[in-house]
């Protein structure tokens, strides 16, 4: 599957920390990330990331940009959750083409922990009959299962 990860500077350490957690099910699939976000995570577990622009310059939109292209299965965006942190525009549409094309999408640690437990026991392969283009669902179709 094609996971795509965001998480905003207070949130970083956690991403981290859950991408440790669950390096053996992400090493199985195809991850980008936001550029700093990608750095952490690829220092960390030592997993392969497509390292997008950092989020002020442009990676959440080159990751909304696949989405909307339904190049991504999962999306995990550990957002900021202060009081005051302001929504911006880029991330609402992340949000509202989550929805449009129905991608999981997990923006704390409890729903991510749920979303990757459910990707590893088989329940989001409804994905492939969704997103064939990805080189995980065309490696599926051709029987080896693996990338």
Same mark, same amino acid.
């Given at each position: 599957m094609?996971?795509?990860?965001i998480?905003?500077?207070?949130k970083k350490?956690?991403? !981290?920390q859950? /991408? *440790? +957690?669950? /390096?053996?099910i992400? @090493?199985?699939h195809?991850?980008c990330? !936001?550029?700093? !976000?990608?750095?952490?995570i690829?220092e960390?577990t #030592?997993? $392969?990331i $497509?390292?997008?622009?950092? #989020? %002020?310059q442009?990676?959440?939109q080159q990751? +909304?940009?696949?989405i909307s292209c339904?190049?991504?299965? *999962? &999306?995990?965006?550990f957002?900021d959750t ?6 911006d525009e %880029?991330e609402?549409?992340? &949000?509202r083409?989550c929805d449009?094309?129905? *991608?999981? %999408? +997990? !923006?704390?640690?409890?729903?991510a $922990? %749920?979303? *990757?437990t +459910?990707?590893?026991?088989g329940d989001?392969?409804?994905? $492939?009959i969704v997103n064939?283009?990805s080189?995980?669902?065309r490696k599926l179709?051709n029987g @080896?299962g693996?990338?």
């Amino acid at each position: 599957m094609e996971i795509a990860i965001i998480a905003h500077d207070l949130k970083k350490e956690l991403m !981290t920390q859950f /991408c *440790i +957690a669950y /390096c053996g099910i992400l @090493s199985k699939h195809n991850l980008c990330a !936001t550029g700093i !976000t990608a750095k952490y995570i690829s220092e960390a577990t #030592g997993l $392969e990331i $497509e390292k997008m622009l950092s #989020g %002020v310059q442009g990676g959440k939109q080159q990751i +909304a940009s696949r989405i909307s292209c339904n190049e991504i299965d *999962i &999306l995990l965006y550990f957002k900021d959750t202060r009081p005051d942190a302001m929504i911006d525009e %880029v991330e609402s549409e992340l &949000l509202r083409l989550c929805d449009l094309y129905n *991608i999981p %999408v +997990a !923006t704390n640690i409890a729903t991510a $922990e %749920v979303v *990757i437990t +459910a990707l590893d026991r088989g329940d989001l392969d409804w994905r $492939e009959i969704v997103n064939p283009r990805s080189e995980y669902n065309r490696k599926l179709k051709n029987g @080896s299962g693996r990338i």
